[in-house]
């Protein structure tokens, strides 16, 4: 009788698994990266866009000093309950979407002022978030939270309110000055009245006596036209799904994309009917994607980095401090700077919000609880750097950090003999190296 | 709780709620000052938290008896302008076990 002992995966196959699932999610959990790079790529890529099972992780539930977090009634929370379906989240591509459709479709608290209208509004993308765009969109446009940003609820027919309009032309549909005029975006606006919300009892709702039913000419077109007339003429302009599918692109890759892709992508766009799955498939299969993997050229959004460190780390949500440390990175989910979203890539990095990373690495590293007097004095360099490395869910070192690191390990404890020198400066070898491989160059980048 | 405040709005995550102690947050997402008082329905100020600055983050703990309650902001002309907020404290419901 023989035994068949799988082999280790390589570490191209690693690193390209590792590549994917930082693109297309927040990290892979530890077990998942040599899963899949055994399995091989098409595996990793077909689970991302056709997830199965339950929603989240059979992990603990988010919690601040030991009590669950109340998204809706304490300041913060709201941040930590989403942070946590990030890190719990086994729908990674749908998670991953989701945060993506939230940049896209940019809709802060800060003027919403209403976290349960803010959690309804994940949940409408979420569900949405790899499928239909059009059903998206529409969805979007009935959207409460959107409807009190973009200030659509109260637009009236004797006094139209643009703001909707002139986003959903510039930013959701067709990209600034792209195929439409101001005429367009003032006669949509006269299409999009008719929402209604009372403050007081906070009911939202539609009010045809609001609407404007008069003949308007958008997009080239002329006809009485509705709230959801506007989304298809939008949708159905020629210059939107190029203007979506270049979007889509720059959220998995800072590199251009080459025209032939793009009018791959635009034709799967549009003979699926507006689908966002068929264009997602062409991106994380395409070579670019995983180009030149010992030079990563995408730095993580905080959100992802942070998500990813816990994941990585095997850690849940138990502190309100990731809030802050979040706005501190320049990255609060629900709260987007302005309705264009968030800048991106290099933007990301400011003296102040890499700080801020090495901060939130620090506090991962405390919750793994590497106590002084933990560790043997005969823990050898390459055995402290192993367990680093197998605490952080060994993560992408380039060899040049590898080199750093394993000089580190050597050096740090060489000189340090006494008992009491044992006690703390060998646990804290272990601590600095998880933290270097927490916080370091490699691990801002995917 | 926590209460969201705006030129010239006051808007609370919850309506209602059972008697006991409570902590209440202010968020001051607007431009001005503001501050965030309780009153009882006989008139009576019960809490005062205190100004929080634009952006800031103010916070109070009060025990709250059965009733209706106004939060209200209490800097210069504000409440007029409409930022209060009205919440109803029950009391709780007590969980009854078969015999």
Same mark, same amino acid.
């Given at each position: 009788m023989s035994t068949t002992i799988a082999r280790p995966p390589t570490r191209i196959a690693r690193a390209r698994v590792e590549r994917l699932m930082w693109r297309a999610g927040f990290g892979a959990v530890p077990g998942d990266v040599d899963r899949l790079a055994r399995a091989g790529m098409d595996v990793a890529v077909h689970e991302l866009?056709?997830?199965?099972?339950? +929603?989240?992780?059979?992990?603990?539930?988010?919690?601040?000093?030991? +009590?669950?977090?109340?998204?809706?009634?304490?300041?913060?929370? /709201?941040?930590?309950?989403?942070?946590?379906?990030?890190?719990?989240?086994?729908? +990674?591509?749908?998670?991953?979407?989701?945060?993506?459709?939230?940049?896209? *479709?940019?809709?802060?608290?800060?003027?919403?002022? /209403?976290?349960?209208?803010?959690?309804?509004?994940? *949940?409408?993308?979420?569900?949405?978030?790899?499928?239909? #765009?059009?059903?998206?969109?529409?969805?979007?446009?009935?959207? =409460?939270?959107?409807?009190?940003? %973009?200030? %659509?609820?109260?637009?009236?027919?004797? /006094?139209?309110?643009e703001n909707f309009a002139?986003?959903?032309?510039?930013? #959701?549909?067709?990209?600034?000055?792209?195929?439409?005029?101001?005429?367009?975006?003032?006669?949509?606006?006269?299409?999009?009245?008719?929402?209604? #919300?009372?403050?007081?009892?906070?009911?939202?709702?539609?009010?045809?006596?609001?609407?404007?039913?008069?003949?308007?000419?958008?997009?080239?077109?002329?006809?009485?036209?509705?709230?959801?007339?506007?989304?298809?003429?939008?949708?159905? =302009?020629?210059? =939107?799904?190029?203007?979506?599918?270049?979007?889509?692109?720059?959220? *998995?890759?800072?590199?251009?994309?080459?025209?032939?892709?793009?009018?791959?992508?635009?034709?799967?766009?549009?003979?699926?009917?507006? +689908?966002?799955?068929?264009?997602?498939?062409?991106?994380?299969?395409?070579?670019?994607?995983?180009?030149?993997?010992?030079?990563?050229?995408?730095?993580?959004?905080?959100?992802?980095?942070?998500?990813?460190m816990l994941r990585k780390t095997n850690q849940v949500v138990t502190t309100d401090s990731w809030t802050w440390m979040l706005d501190n990175m320049g990255q609060r989910p629900f709260y987007p700077p302005n309705v264009s979203g968030w800048e991106q890539d290099e933007a990301w990095l400011t003296t102040a919000s890499v700080r801020a990373r090495y901060e939130a690495a620090s506090q991962a590293v405390r919750a793994m609880e590497i106590k002084d007097g933990t560790i043997a004095k005969k823990q050898t360099p390459a055995q402290a750097l192993s367990a680093a490395l197998r605490m952080t869910g060994k993560p992408w070192t380039s060899a040049q950090s590898r080199a750093a690191l394993s000089r580190y390990a050597r050096t740090s404890v060489a000189d340090k003999t006494a008992d009491w020198q044992e006690e703390h400066y060998w646990p804290e070898r272990l601590r600095v190296l998880c933290h270097m491989l927490l916080a370091g160059p490699d691990a801002q980048v995917s | 709780m926590l209460v969201n405040a705006d030129e010239f709005l006051l808007n609370g995550s919850r309506r209602a709620g059972p008697s006991g102690r409570w902590r209440i947050q202010l968020r001051n997402n607007g431009e001005d000052l503001h501050d965030l008082g309780i009153r009882r329905a006989d008139g009576r100020v019960i809490a005062r938290m205190g100004i929080v600055d634009a952006n800031g983050l103010g916070s109070v703990k009060v025990r709250l008896r059965p009733g209706t309650y106004r939060l209200f902001c209490g800097v210069a002309d504000h409440e007029a302008l409409g930022m209060w907020w009205q919440l109803i404290v029950r009391v709780p419901k007590v969980r009854t076990t078969a015999p």
């Open positions: 866009l056709f997830p199965r099972g339950p +929603q989240l992780r059979k992990a603990p539930e988010p919690t601040v000093d030991g +009590q669950p977090i109340d998204p809706v009634n304490v300041y913060g929370h /709201d941040v930590l309950w989403w942070l946590d379906r990030m890190v719990r989240g086994r729908h +990674q591509l749908v998670e991953r979407m989701t945060l993506n459709w939230h940049d896209h *479709f940019a809709t802060s608290n800060e003027k919403v002022s /209403d976290a349960r209208l803010m959690q309804q509004q994940y *949940f409408t993308i979420r569900s949405r978030s790899v499928g239909s #765009f059009r059903k998206l969109a529409q969805a979007i446009l009935r959207d =409460h939270a959107m409807q009190r940003f %973009l200030d %659509l609820d109260n637009s009236d027919k004797d /006094d139209p309110n002139r986003e959903f032309l510039e930013l #959701f549909t067709l990209g600034v000055n792209n195929g439409y005029t101001e005429q367009d975006i003032r006669e949509a606006a006269r299409a999009l009245t008719g929402f209604t #919300f009372n403050y007081d009892a906070k009911a939202f709702g539609y009010d045809s006596e609001r609407h404007d039913d008069g003949v308007k000419k958008i997009l080239g077109k002329t006809g009485r036209f509705t709230p959801n007339d506007v989304v298809n003429l939008a949708i159905n =302009h020629p210059k =939107h799904a190029p203007y979506l599918c270049k979007k889509l692109w720059g959220y *998995f890759t800072p590199r251009p994309c080459p025209p032939g892709t793009l009018k791959k992508m635009v034709a799967a766009y549009k003979t699926s009917g507006t +689908q966002i799955r068929p264009v997602l498939q062409i991106i994380l299969t395409h070579p670019a994607l995983l180009a030149d993997l010992g030079e990563p050229d995408q730095v993580k959004p905080p959100v992802v980095y942070v998500a990813g | -």
